[in-house]
């Protein structure tokens, strides 16, 4: 039997910019019965990063419902209650399968039909996959991704199945590094493979990257660099064994858990919307160039007014800040009122053992570093500033304090002149800088 649902507005996909929106929806007044959030998660919005962080820990690891949206930004945590007292209806374990943007129509798996006036494209990303490179045995079991909720329980499973074993991370991204300090904290041997010629390449530089593989060390995760893993091998039960790298070396394996990047999920909406650095195309409101259908978070790219770009931004802080201002710019709309154009300082965060980095602004042209970049310091304390044309464009600050990296965050923002480097100097007041 086929049903058919309706409703004034639709989110599709159940991750972070959902819950941020549905809470902002709420915020500008929505009646019962007028949103829906359908996810192909079991569960309601979360805030993801955790599940590469607290999620994996032996001891006092995050759980729901204690990291719901929208406890990341120090908010109320919207529990599956929330929604319910809300009218929000929240349709879970349900993948939409078909979209279509003209008839304002999306169909599940199970063949239910969902209309809607306005539509909030959420979907993220999804993990690129070793086999999808033709990567040699990389179907074998206990390789991991982690992307989802339901990723995160199959590694904590094998983490108590395979305890104090060995663990090969592939991927020196910031999903690799976090990865790697929770399985050390879970006392496995643990080797972290990297193509790049230094960690998280995309962002730090070497100098940076020479920090946290020197702290690395010191906690005893082993960094293999500079050359790709190429095969898998597997024993008789199918469980990878062992990893081999394109150097020739082999390493021994009871768990391997992959990080080699993400794909923002817009197949299902291929031709119907226009497209840009293989996000949806949005403007400054995340209106696609379909009316009443906008796009948020991961599968965005939209206008960056301080950069005067176009750009698609894979971070947290992004998803909850283009979710609210998309769903404001919906009721605007509705008032006939209009709002300020989305006006963004991208800005990325990690924390792995005891250490804490933030990013704010763009990492282009000369860095310049300063501080404590010592790894066996008991507190080590250092940042960066890069400068281009004769501007502060991006700040980088591992060990700050709140105050501090908001005073980065301004810093960024205000793109100062580099001659400004004293201001930064003066914010970050406790900086023991030596430049
Ligand atoms: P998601 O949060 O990915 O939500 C998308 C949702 O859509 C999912 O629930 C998915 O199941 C659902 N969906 C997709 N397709 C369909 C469909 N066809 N039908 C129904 N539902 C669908 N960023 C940082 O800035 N700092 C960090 O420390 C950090 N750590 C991270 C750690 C991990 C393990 C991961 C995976 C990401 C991390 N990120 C981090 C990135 C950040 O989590 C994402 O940028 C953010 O979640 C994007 O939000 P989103 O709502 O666009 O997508």
Redesign the pocket.
Known sequence: ICTKKSFKYVI???????GYAAREFVKQGLKPGELAI????AVAPYE??A???AYLLPEGAARLPGFHVCVGSGGEKLLPEWYAEKGIELLLS????KADLHSKILTSETGGMFEFETLII????RVLRLTEFGVQGADAKNIFY???ISDADKLVETIRAKKKGKVVIVGGG??GL?VGAAMRINKFDVTIVSRDPWCMRQLFTKEIAAFYEGYYANKGVKIIKGTPAVGFDADTNGEVKAVKLKDGRVLQADIVVVGVG?KP?TD?FKGQVDEEKHGILTDGMFETDVPGVYA????ATFPMKLYNDMRRV??????RKS?EHAVRAIRASEEGKCIDEYDYVPY????AFNLSWTFYGDNVGDPLLFGDRDPTSRKPKFGAAWIKDGRIVGTFLEGGTDEENKAIARVARAQPSAEHLETLKREGSTLDISM
């Open positions: 599709i996909g159940g991750g972070v910019a959902a359908i996810s192909k998660e993801r990063p599940l590469s962080k349900t993948e939409i399968v959420a979907t993220g990303s982690l992307r989802e910031y999903i976090e993400a999920l299902l948020v978070g991961d599968v894979e971070h947290v802080d992004h998803a979710a990325f965060y990690s924390r």
